[in-house]
């Protein structure tokens, strides 16, 4: 008698395990190449909303003459006497960041106009609150004491896919300003350096912050605490009165010492200058990033506008001297090799 064997339903052990084998070994071939594709696109998103930026500055100065602050008011900010919670002084002027400034050429207008209107702010300095008359403000919830406006929308432009801290649900912006170039006086004229050879934004975290330095000494019974650190706000909802030097001084006892507690913080707009011997950083962690510098978001190479309205990308081993010639508009230090 002849017997058949009956057909196979399913794959032995052995087989699963060499396809399972085979199907990764295929994944770990293609992750690389994909996170490459990814890179790629986000770094041509980047610079395509460098580019919008860059024109959109060129725009406002076509129409004022003149570059906006990086982070301040234009042409004028309102004059008077503080007093109370009743807004004083002479309405005038828009008081934001440069990207608040540059929304009209951005098409962003309805923002500008939505935040018309009179604010308080409190200063974390003397513990008072400021008012101030309707005008246009960036960060119309100053009142809460807050350094900008969390409830501000955001806007696709200002964030970058590849910026580790920007979250599309804020007021985030990827990017920050060279305030040696905007500061509200400069005209194209004024860059005799040349537009082609300096940067006016470059990229930057939305939120940067380092530790900081702290201190403590006991002299008796009292025990003095000292701290100081500074942080970049990234967020195009920010006033003139958000940034800059805060301090908070207060002391308790415990029955036996008494503690005094000094803390400074360096609230920063999303702005940069230039910094003796140092360049940027590359795609650093935002916990450890230096506040005062622009971060790249790829690693070793970071993305920056020029003032004719290019967008270039500056490795990371760029010369301190030819970065720094970059920044300046009208020092006679030509960039040859950015």
């Not at 309102?78 to 828009?94: E, H, L, Q, R």
């Amino acid at each position: 008698m002849l017997r058949f064997r009956p057909p196979r339903t399913g794959f032995t052990l052995i087989e699963l395990l060499v396809v399972i084998a085979i199907i990764a070994v295929l994944i770990g071939l293609l992750l690389p190449a994909v996170q490459k594709v990814r890179d790629a696109a986000a770094r041509a998103q980047g610079q395509n909303n460098l580019k919008q930026l860059g024109l959109a500055a060129q725009s406002y100065h076509d129409a004022n003459n003149k570059f906006p602050p990086a982070c301040g008011w234009t042409p004028t900010k309102p004059t008077g006497t503080p007093g109370g919670s009743t807004p004083y002084g002479t309405p005038g002027g828009v008081d934001g960041t440069a990207f608040f400034h540059l929304f009209p050429y951005l098409e962003q207008g309805n923002i500008l106009a939505a935040n018309t209107g009179a604010f308080s702010q409190f200063n974390w300095n003397n513990n008072t609150t400021t008012s101030f008359v309707s005008a246009t403000y960036a960060n119309k919830g100053a009142d809460t004491a807050g350094s900008y406006d969390y409830y501000a929308p955001a806007v696709k432009v200002l964030i970058a896919p590849n910026d580790l801290t920007a979250y599309d649900q804020s007021p985030s912006v990827s990017y920050i300003v060279n305030s040696d170039v905007f500061d509200g006086k400069r005209t194209m004229l004024g860059i005799s350096d040349g537009t082609s050879n300096t940067i006016g934004i470059a990229e930057g975290y939305g939120y940067c912050y380092s530790q900081g330095t702290y201190s403590q000494s006991q002299v008796g019974n009292i025990v003095t605490v000292t701290y100081s650190g500074g942080y970049r706000y990234g967020y195009w909802a920010m006033n003139a009165e958000d940034a800059g030097v805060q301090t908070q001084n207060f002391s308790y006892s415990d029955g036996t010492l008494t503690y005094n507690y000094n803390y400074t913080y360096l609230a920063g707009a999303p702005l940069f200058a230039r910094v003796a011997g140092k360049t940027f950083e590359s795609k650093p962690q935002s916990y450890s990033c230096d506040s005062s510098l622009p971060q790249s978001h790829s690693t070793g190479v970071i993305q920056v506008g020029l003032m004719d309205g290019s967008v270039r990308g500056v490795r990371a081993g760029v010369s301190n001297v030819t970065w720094e010639a970059a920044l300046t508009p009208d020092a006679g230090d030509i960039v040859s090799d950015l």
